[in-house]
């Protein structure tokens, strides 16, 4: 069974600091990633997708990275300003026909201060 | 159109009543599902319809019925809700139940059950 993993669970920084936000899953046999941010009591807003054959992707600040031997994904923020606050998800889609199904880590509460 | 709209925005029902969720698309998905998430925790998958026939129930109770009168509309049908039923219910859809298909989510429904 897949298990997904996000390290920090919690993050809190300073306006202006890179940051790093990791994801881990336990089987490498995923068809893509992806990284959502969630704003509390809101919906999920798709940041990044990023296939299997794919090293990374970038959006404007963002950067998502993904080893899938290692069962890796990162997603670097740069310059992060107080409006990035958010809980950072990210989701697995297995290879396969039950391809539909997101396998969801816990997801990084990110705080940046002004 | 990446929009995927949801209603109401905040529901309060007793154990006793019957109430919907509605949730609509425009961008021709075909398509849509449905996920409960309690605070803190990632979303978890109840139904999946793909061209408006149910293909995945993750043994969800029968008091939430899922129903998709046509292509753009699913609804989700609550009766005899208990208190820990509540939740944010959050839909998504996306072109295809595919793996490579990306999902975009709605801002959710918060449910509280009395």
């Known amino acids: 069974k897949q298990e997904v993993t996000q390290i920090p669970a919690a993050l809190s920084v300073p306006e202006g600091e890179n940051l790093v936000l990791n994801c881990s899953f336990t089987d490498s046999a995923i068809y893509n990633l992806q990284w959502f941010r969630q704003d509390p009591g809101k919906g999920l807003t798709s940041l990044l997708l990023i296939q299997s054959s794919q090293r990374e992707q970038t959006s404007g600040r963002l950067n998502a990275s993904l080893d899938k031997s290692s069962g890796r994904s990162t997603l670097y923020i740069a310059a992060s300003q107080p409006g990035d606050s958010a809980t950072y998800l990210c989701a697995v889609r297995p290879t396969g026909t039950s391809g539909s199904r997101l396998t969801f880590g816990e997801g990084t509460q990110l705080t940046v201060n002004p | 159109d990446t929009e995927v709209t949801q209603t109401p925005k905040h529901l309060v029902m007793g154990m006793t009543n019957k109430k919907s969720l509605k949730c609509e698309q425009h961008?021709?998905?075909?398509?849509m599902y449905w996920y409960k998430q309690k605070a803190k925790k990632p979303p978890e998958l109840m139904f999946v319809?793909?061209?408006?026939?149910?293909?995945i129930n993750e043994s969800v109770p029968s008091r939430f019925s899922p129903e998709c009168p046509n292509s753009s509309l699913l609804n989700l049908h609550l009766h005899a809700l208990q208190p820990e039923d509540s939740a944010l219910y959050l839909c998504?859809?996306?072109?295809?139940?595919?793996?490579?298909?990306?999902?975009?989510f709605g801002p959710g429904t918060r449910l509280t059950v009395t």
């Open positions: 319809y793909s061209y408006e026939k149910l293909s």
């Open positions: 998504a859809s996306s072109q295809g139940v595919l793996a490579g298909y990306e999902q975009y």
């Open positions: 961008m021709g998905h075909r398509a």
